[in-house]
């Protein structure tokens, strides 16, 4: 199995995310893939949730 694109790390990132991840895939990322790429898009993932949370919040409130 070759190493597992943007794509894939993003859907990998956002199943394990919200709970419904699979283990068949769980172990593909840890077997192919690099810890940096999770990393860096679990961060960018991280601050646009926080980001679309404060954009609801303040548009909400008076």
């Given at each position: 199995?070759?190493?597992?694109?943007?794509?894939?790390?993003i859907?990998?990132?956002?199943?394990?995310?919200?709970?419904?991840?699979?283990n068949?895939?769980?172990?593909?990322?840890?077997?192919?893939?690099?810890?940096?790429?999770?990393v860096?898009?679990?961060?960018?993932a991280?601050?646009?949730?926080?980001?679309t949370l404060?954009?609801?919040?303040s548009?909400?409130?008076?």
């Amino acid at each position: 199995m070759s190493k597992p694109g943007i794509l894939q790390v993003i859907k990998s990132v956002v199943a394990a995310g919200i709970g419904v991840q699979s283990n068949k895939n769980r172990e593909i990322d840890f077997q192919h893939g690099s810890l940096s790429s999770y990393v860096i898009v679990g961060f960018v993932a991280t601050i646009l949730f926080i980001l679309t949370l404060v954009f609801i919040v303040s548009n909400v409130t008076p």
